[in-house]
């Protein structure tokens, strides 16, 4: 992967949590609403975490700034990833969990993927942008 690639990628990224963030913070009654999914019963378990997907978010277009600089930065991306699919997978295979989060479980497997390749690709000399 070439460094103008990961660039964008990180630019991707950062914009995804960001907004899925501003999305938690600004609106979470609508959003549970809109999958029909019962809030918790206080909207600050809900925007603390988005609060963290924004600071996260603010992190990956840090490291599309300068991947080579920022690469290590790329293993806390893996940890949040890890962290949000193992509570989801983990719960969906025991007791359940609202089908709201399991698209977006699916989506941070993805971007986990592509944070490693992407940490591995940066080890090594980058092809020319």
Request: aromatic share 16%; glycine share 6%.
């Amino acid at each position: 992967m070439n460094e103008k690639t990961i660039k964008m990628f990180y630019v991707l990224s950062g914009l995804y949590d960001g907004v899925l963030g501003l999305a938690f913070l600004l609106f979470p009654a609508a959003v549970y609403a809109m999958y029909a999914v019962e809030p918790p019963n206080h909207m600050a378990y809900v925007q603390f975490p988005a609060l963290l997907l924004i600071v996260f978010g603010a992190m990956f277009i840090q490291i599309s700034r300068n991947p080579v600089k920022n690469r290590g930065l790329i293993l806390y991306g893996c940890a949040l990833k890890v962290s949000y699919c193992s509570m989801v997978f983990g719960y969906m295979a025991t007791s359940g969990v609202p089908a709201m989060y399991v698209p977006f479980a699916y989506a941070d497997l993805v971007f986990l993927a592509l944070f490693i390749v992407t940490y591995r690709s940066l080890g090594e000399p980058l092809p020319a942008s």
